[in-house]
């Protein structure tokens, strides 16, 4: 048994792939293996062809599975965690990269801190070459050390939407499997609520994944995505289903955990509801005038700082915020700290 599988859930995208492969198979560490599980796409075949090669030259590396109907992104990412015999899971989209020394970062992480049940990290954007990256994501200076409980939830829960380099605990993640939230495409959140309620979790300050822009969303294909997801499209009304998906997720930690604590994740999104407003804000007036009522609906009025977002993308448009937002990162070195974000405590100095 491997100490990490890294996991794919595969939809389409077999172009794509053997890049992805090639950054895992040249990481510098090797107790790891890899599990894919195509989700019966209509790149099945070209998707298998691709497996094929590479388990010739790495047979030892590569589990291949088939679904027999599609799943969809939820679904598929739990087949992961019953496919995954590795202790740790990490989970990589399927057109994205994994960065060179990710694993034996998380290998040292998780060995020092055996009580460590998720892994968050940070990751860069690209379009052609991950060498060039179009932005950094990274949430605190230095790697973070987070205990059991609530605070580490709320910090944890919007900051892992973006699943590429996520680690989960094997176990912990089939204790807690469930069908409730397919659909929401944020299966990974909820792992994360639950999980962390008793397990410590660390924030990796290096770059453990660069995430590829300009792909075009295959969600909607699945029986519990249909109706709340168009394939190859993005529009508003998707993106208020994402956001109530969330937002249900978040809820339902309060009804069935008893941790009261929707309202400090639905300020914290509030609080960095940027991209939630951006990614429809190129569209007319009337439409994102809209969106933004919808949002507002579902609890997002309370937090000054969406007006402010939306009246700067509104005056100054999306390509000038971004520039902006991105210089303000790049000044600090992180993402800024709004609100009342629970931070942890250095790792170095942490013990579980």
């Not at 990290?121 to 991950?130: A, E, G, H, M, V």
């Not at 700067?312 to 992180?334: E, H, Q, S, V, Y």
Request: glycine share 6%.
């Amino acid at each position: 048994m491997a100490l990490i599988s890294v996991c794919i859930p595969a939809y389409n995208r077999a172009s794509v792939l053997p890049s992805l492969l090639d950054s895992i198979l040249k990481q510098d560490f090797d107790d790891f293996d890899i599990v894919i599980a195509e989700d019966y796409s209509p790149e099945r075949q070209a998707i298998a062809a691709k497996v094929a090669e590479y388990q010739q030259r790495h047979e030892n590396k590569l589990k291949y599975h088939e679904n027999q109907q599609t799943l969809g992104y939820d679904g598929n990412l739990r087949r992961l965690v019953e496919l995954a015999t590795g202790e740790y899971l990490l989970f990589m989209g399927n057109d994205d990269l994994l960065a060179p020394g990710a694993l034996r970062a998380v290998a040292a992480t998780v060995q020092a801190h055996p009580n460590v049940g998720v892994v968050l990290r940070s990751y860069s954007s690209f379009i052609c070459d991950p060498e060039l990256p179009v932005q950094v994501f990274r949430y605190f200076g230095e790697d973070r050390f987070f205990p059991p409980g609530p605070d580490s939830v709320v910090t944890f829960f919007r900051r892992s939407v973006f699943i590429s380099g996520m680690v989960f605990k094997r176990s912990s993640a089939a204790a807690h499997a469930t069908a409730e939230f397919d659909g929401t495409l944020l299966y990974q959140q909820h792992l994360v609520g639950h999980i962390l309620r008793q397990e410590s979790g660390v924030y990796l300050n290096n770059i453990l994944s660069y995430h590829r822009l300009g792909g075009v969303p295959d969600f909607g294909a699945s029986a519990a995505e249909q109706g709340l997801f168009l394939p190859k499209q993005q529009t508003s009304e998707s993106s208020v289903n994402f956001m109530r998906g969330m937002i249900a997720i978040a809820k339902s930690l309060d009804e069935t955990c008893n941790l009261k604590l929707s309202h400090l994740i639905l300020r914290d999104i509030g609080n960095y509801s940027y991209p939630i407003l951006s990614i429809q804000s190129d569209r007319s007036l009337n439409v994102f005038l809209s969106y933004i009522r919808q949002l507002m609906k579902l609890g997002l009025w309370r937090a000054p700082l969406f007006y402010m977002y939306a009246l700067g993308l509104i005056l100054f448009r999306r390509r000038n915020c971004d520039r902006f937002i991105a210089r303000i990162k790049a000044t600090l070195g992180r993402a800024p700290l709004l609100g009342r974000v629970y931070a942890g405590s250095s790792l170095s100095g942490s013990s579980d």
